[in-house]
């Protein structure tokens, strides 16, 4: 009995100390990735829409300089109508693409001006050339990524402005960029926007802040096009329960009044 209180005694004390030491190494290990801390996003309450002009700049960012690398494969020109440009102007810019449709009459393929049902073109015939012409890494579609990566439009925000050189310590293979709040702090892609990389047709100033907050604004956009119509519809069912909330605790003080407040009295039977 007491050799196996002992041996009970010394397994308890082998895990506090593995739990212990586990502990210590956890305190003590270096963690290159960083939380993106969360911004004053102009959407980002309850109440608050997109901001329309920031989309439609963050659309010239994604096609003067993202859309050399990344592919938007569920977007479509005809979702820009009426968001960022109006149909004349989305259509002109669908002509600017070719594309390949067919066959004709004579059985062959052809290239034609885009039209508004097709989707953005991809800058790779596929993932094969893509990692090709990018060591080896295949650009992520860039039609979800607000929604598809933790933290959103935080994230994509910090993690373009966030290049930087890498720590004592830490060696980069070539080809590859040392950015904090990627994970691994590894990335591929080297550093995409700078200052006046472009110029806005708005005459807005293109700094690299500038630049990030208008193509994050237009990604948050392209992941979730109900954003706003989300938001009139949450407003307007808001108001319609805090009415029938009202009525009902009326109806049910009407209904229950009497039932609530009624006594019941018993009477004994006459022996």
Not at 41 to 49: E, F, K, T, V
Not at 134 to 154: C, K, M, Q, T
Request: proline share 6%; with cysteine; hydrophobic share 40%.
């Amino acid at each position: 009995m007491a050799s196996s209180i002992v041996k009970v005694g010394a397994a308890l004390a082998g895990g506090g100390l593995l739990g212990v030491g586990y502990k210590l190494d956890q305190e003590v290990k270096a963690d290159l990735t960083l939380h993106a801390p969360s911004l004053p996003w102009s959407h980002a309450g309850a109440l608050d829409s997109l901001d329309h002009g920031s989309i439609r700049r963050g659309y010239e960012v994604y096609k003067q300089v993202c859309a050399a690398c990344h592919s938007m494969q569920y977007l479509a020109y005809r979702n820009l109508v009426g968001v960022t440009h109006t149909e004349d102007e989305s259509k002109a810019l669908a002509e600017e693409e070719q594309f390949l449709d067919g066959p004709a009459e004579d059985g062959e393929m052809f290239m034609r001006p885009g039209k508004l049902s097709d989707y953005f073109p991809k800058p790779f015939a596929n993932d094969a050339a893509a990692a090709y012409a990018n060591n080896g890494a295949i650009p992520p579609d860039l039609s979800f990524i607000a929604l598809g990566r933790h933290g959103g439009e935080n994230y994509i925000y910090h993690l373009l402005n966030g290049y930087c050189d890498a720590p004592a310590g830490v060696n980069m293979q070539e080809g590859q960029h040392f950015n904090p709040y990627y994970p691994g702090g590894a990335i591929g892609m080297a550093a995409p926007l700078y200052n006046e990389i472009i110029e806005y047709e708005d005459g807005t100033p293109a700094t690299q802040s500038q630049l990030t907050k208008d193509v994050c604004t237009f990604l948050v956009w392209a992941a979730s096009p109900e954003h706003d119509m989300r938001k009139k519809m949450w407003i307007k069912v808001a108001g319609v329960f805090s009415g029938m909330i009202i009525f009902s605790y009326y109806m049910k003080r009407h209904k229950w009044s009497m039932i609530k407040t009624r006594r019941l009295v018993y009477t004994p039977r006459p022996s």
